[in-house]
């Protein structure tokens, strides 16, 4: 790591800041994702339950 | 119409038709995912041990790497939803206002992004983490722009006409974009002039903009993957309400 000088505190915590949003970003978005997923794998299932009963 | 005559579908149709987008779209993820890994990567090694320090700022010239491709992306990203939008009004696109709807909380993201690097940022080189000079203002103007259409979706429950509205608001607030563009040549501003995109071409060094051009891309590509994801799950989402609503009637009638 090279010396980042006096202000290393804000090149640092640039990235950790921007580090964190788009971790977030991608956790929510991929999240949201499984979440819908599992929803629609749920409602065919009960669909094609129905349609057997 | 005859079997005969039915014409084949052509690629605006594949493009429109939400379950061929499903298909086709499911195999951007991984070559997009390894191409935002991979920049990333580099990017980040570039930027700290290749980059040189700049003379006037030294090593804080290193915010630049984050901040410069999140306030591109916060631009790049409305003027997709503006594409978008008319999409919707002209074309009735169906996935017009899905890539809009997909869009506008990746957009707020890059946007708050974009002014927390920037404070960071101005603060060991202006002396001040905010100024209300014309760049900084319409950013943040565009940043609650974001959160307004955000809200607005929320706010109908009629979803087709929630994406009208989005889409005539989408477009009028695109008159922000040049002015965030063109703000730091209209008025006085802390803000350095277009250093990298400009007529005579950038005045930076190749060491500097190797790691810049790098996590531009990565962002860049970060963000196609996160929107085709959220388009995913925007159609999925349509398919979950549809069915509600079938299993909702059936139970109703039964």
């Known amino acids: 790591m090279p010396d980042l000088g006096p202000h290393a505190i804000f090149i640092i915590g640039a990235y950790i800041g921007v580090g964190l949003v788009t971790i977030g970003l991608v956790a929510v978005t991929l999240g949201r994702a499984a979440a819908a997923r599992r929803r629609l794998a749920l409602l065919e299932a009960r669909r094609d339950r129905d349609a057997k009963a | ?254």
């Open chain 2, 1 to 254: 119409m005859s079997a005969d005559t039915v014409r084949p579908m052509s690629w605006f149709d594949k493009l429109a038709h939400p379950g061929q987008f499903m298909i086709w779209s499911r195999h951007l993820l991984a070559p997009l995912w390894g191409l935002t890994v991979l920049c990333f990567a580099v990017g980040l090694w570039l930027a700290f041990f290749h980059s040189p320090d700049d003379y006037q700022m030294g090593a804080t010239v290193r915010i630049m790497y984050v901040h410069v491709p999140n306030a591109w992306l916060s631009q790049f990203v409305y003027a997709i939803m503006a594409v978008s939008a008319v999409g919707t009004l002209v074309w009735r696109h169906p996935m017009a206002d899905v890539s809009m709807k997909a869009a506008a909380p990746l957009g707020a993201a890059f946007t708050a992004m974009a002014l927390f690097s920037g404070s960071l940022w101005g603060r060991p080189t202006w002396g001040t983490f905010w100024e209300w000079d014309g760049r900084m203002t319409s950013t943040l103007i565009l940043f609650f722009i974001y959160l307004g259409l955000i809200a607005l979706w929320a706010a109908f429950d009629d979803k087709l006409r929630a994406a009208k509205v989005v889409a005539v608001l989408t477009l009028v607030g695109a008159i922000n974009i040049p002015i965030i563009k063109f703000s730091v040549d209209w008025w006085n501003t802390l803000h350095q002039p277009a250093s990298v995109f400009r007529p005579g071409g950038p005045t930076m060094p190749a060491s500097i903009l190797a790691p810049l051009f790098t996590m531009l891309f990565a962002f860049t590509f970060l963000f196609l993957v996160l929107h085709v994801i959220a388009m995913r799950t925007e159609v999925t989402a349509r398919r979950i309400r549809t069915l509600q609503r079938r299993q909702a009637a059936a139970g109703t009638s039964a």
